[in-house]
């Protein structure tokens, strides 16, 4: 039997998304969606973080590809991100029971524009040139999910 994979984090899986609108509370700002979040820890002035709050997903995206990026950025990145998917889902129960309630899936947050890094591109071009995502968006949620069950007792049925 294969694994039950979760390759799109559209529709019901849309709280997967960095784009999900919920708050994100890190060092004392809250923003509207862990790609705020994520895209304002880019900045190398934490006051210049501010700016992100209050803007919409795609929005702090953009900005994010403009700023200068922080000194050391390329390899916290990942650790940032992990910081920021905790901060999520630690902080709205509603979305932490949502991911607990994926199980085992394997989590691949697949996409067609290109991002191998974050996630799997399913594009014509990635497919024909056989490139792999490391998808470690996917990995990082997967260790979350990891850590929420390991956090929360099993119920048992008693019969």
């Not at 024909?128 to 956090?151: D, V, Y």
Request: net charge positive; hydrophobic share 40%; with cysteine.
């Amino acid at each position: 039997m294969s694994k039950v994979q979760i390759t799109a984090f559209t529709g019901e899986y849309h709280f997967l998304s960095n784009y999900c609108t919920c708050p994100v509370t890190l060092d004392g700002l809250t923003y509207r969606s862990a790609e705020a979040a994520f895209q304002a820890a880019k900045c190398n002035v934490p006051i210049d973080r501010a700016a992100f709050c209050t803007v919409p997903p795609n929005v702090a995206k953009a900005i994010g590809r403009k700023i200068k990026l922080r000194k050391g950025w390329e390899k916290e990145r990942d650790s940032i991100m992990a910081d920021v998917i905790h901060a999520k889902f630690s902080q709205n129960p509603a979305l932490a029971q949502a991911l607990i309630d994926t199980g085992d899936a394997e989590l691949i947050e697949g996409n067609t524009w290109n991002d191998n890094y974050w996630g799997v591109c399913g594009c014509a071009r990635c497919r024909s040139e056989g490139t792999k995502g490391l998808n470690k968006l996917g990995k990082i949620l997967m260790a979350e999910r990891a850590r929420l069950q390991a956090a929360t007792p099993a119920v048992t049925e008693e019969g």
